[in-house]
């Protein structure tokens, strides 16, 4: 609110002044708006709104959808990936009608001949299998999540895509009915815990303004939304595909290719401010050959987010630079030539906080149980220098030390904008992930 105030020149204090009201509306500096100017005198009051009411209205209503500040309060890649997410989410809806209806189907809704209690025992058994199929998903790859949100976010409703097909083929395969339901269950249990699990993270980048409740608020809101259409959509194309498989199968493929493509565009939108393995690596590489550090969009280009596409490189037995490093390696694996090859370069590490092996054309980093995670960050970017220049020649311990001594702080300077770590960053041997700024906007 803005106000002034002025009296006529030349009247006494009794004398009547006027007073002038601004109203602006939003949530910080650069999305503030002028709503309404209100200007009051002794004998009347004035008042001039801007705006048709119909578009204060609709800003309300965009008010339940989108952050407070939206869209300063969001980084840039918002907008494209909500559009696709809710997109996918608007197919996936749809598409569950029609696989639930299979699935009902197949256990006997609506025949004569099936029981409660036997429906009832299928159910549990499904359900049963979900929860477990989470529990063991959470185990082996729950440290995993954050630092490849891109690849699981994909992983994930890819599972869900499968666990759909899985309900509509159930009712073709009557006597393996249980196992194709539990099957089904299993999917969808890693589609909940990873999709749970990368919406955090990516929740985590979206806010600029310490809003990360809100986006998870409005993110909620957009997805009721959705699933609402979607629910309708799907009662509709049920009703008009009942009793014609042809139909059904011909509409649930064309949705599910849909999914995925507005899944994989989804993805490739974002343009992540978190080091993981793949980043830092061809953050480094450029570095290495140009002297500067490229921005997150540029790296965003160069990452590759396919699942599927590691395994690819293991099969032609073609490994990127980050994939020959192995970070916390343990000690009770090492052998006797281990143990003189690590006596023979230790000089190189006397200052460290970490030794590097490297053994059979890859660097194993084994770090010591006082360092901090800037030894671990340092560690793995030695490692990765060290793996670059192994590819000419088999031992360059001291070429990648002398870098180290040399251009270390460089890199890490121009990486974090004069910032070493801009928020606290969570360094996991499995996992690792640091956030750097400009890289971090936050």
């Not at 002044?17 to 500096?29: K, Q, Y």
């Not at 910032?419 to 956030?435: C, G």
Request: glycine share 8%; hydrophobic share 45%; proline share 3%.
């Amino acid at each position: 609110m803005d106000a002034s105030a002025s009296h006529p020149q030349g009247e006494g204090e009794g004398a009547a002044a006027w007073v002038t009201v601004e109203e602006w509306s939003g949530s910080s500096g650069s999305a503030l708006s002028r709503t309404a100017v209100l200007t009051a005198s002794a004998s009347s009051l004035t008042s001039h709104r801007f705006g048709s009411r119909w578009g204060r209205i609709g800003g309300r209503v965009l008010g339940a959808f989108v952050p407070e500040g939206f869209p300063g309060s969001v980084t840039p890649d918002y907008v494209p990936f909500q559009t696709w997410d809710t997109l996918q989410g608007l197919s996936t809806y749809i598409r569950a009608m029609l696989s639930t209806q299979a699935l009902l189907g197949a256990i006997g809704v609506g025949e004569q001949s099936a029981t409660v209690i036997g429906a009832t025992f299928q159910w549990f058994l499904r359900d049963l299998t979900g929860m477990l199929g989470g529990i063991l998903f959470t185990f082996y790859q729950g440290s995993n999540l954050d630092s490849n949100a891109k690849m699981w976010r994909l992983v994930a409703d890819f599972m869900n895509d499968l666990g759909m097909l899985m309900d509509l083929l159930s009712p073709l395969f009557p006597s393996s009915l249980i196992v194709i339901m539990c099957l089904g269950s299993l999917s969808r249990s890693f589609t909940g815990v990873a999709s749970g699990a990368t919406r955090a993270a990516l929740t985590q980048h979206f806010a600029l303004a310490n809003n990360a409740a809100d986006i998870s608020a409005k993110e909620g809101s957009q997805e009721t939304l959705a699933t609402m259409l979607g629910m309708g959509l799907g009662m509709l194309l049920a009703h008009i595909t009942r009793g014609h498989a042809l139909s059904v199968w011909a509409s649930f493929l064309s949705l599910t290719i849909f999914h995925m493509y507005a899944n994989y565009k989804a993805v490739q939108s974002l343009s992540l401010t978190t080091l993981n393995y793949e980043r830092t690596s061809i953050l480094l590489q450029y570095f290495m050959e140009c002297g500067e550090v490229l921005a997150p969009q540029q790296v965003s280009r160069q990452e590759h987010i396919l699942p599927f596409w590691p395994s690819f490189r293991k099969l032609v037995r073609i490994k990127l630079p980050h994939e020959r490093v192995y970070l916390g390696a343990r000690a009770s694996v090492l052998r006797h030539s281990d143990m003189l090859e690590i006596a023979k370069t230790r000089p190189h590490y006397k200052n460290a906080n970490y030794l590097l092996l490297d053994k059979e054309g890859s660097v194993h980093i084994f770090i010591h149980k006082q360092a901090t995670p800037a030894d671990v960050l340092k560690s793995f970017i030695h490692a990765l220098v060290l793996a670059s220049m192994m590819q000419k020649s088999k031992s360059q311990h001291a070429e990648a030390r002398q870098w180290m001594d040399e251009k270390y702080s460089t890199f890490i300077t121009k990486t974090a904008d004069g910032r070493l770590f801009n928020r606290a960053a969570s360094l996991a041997f499995d996992s690792l992930e640091s956030t750097l700024a400009p890289w971090s906007v936050g």
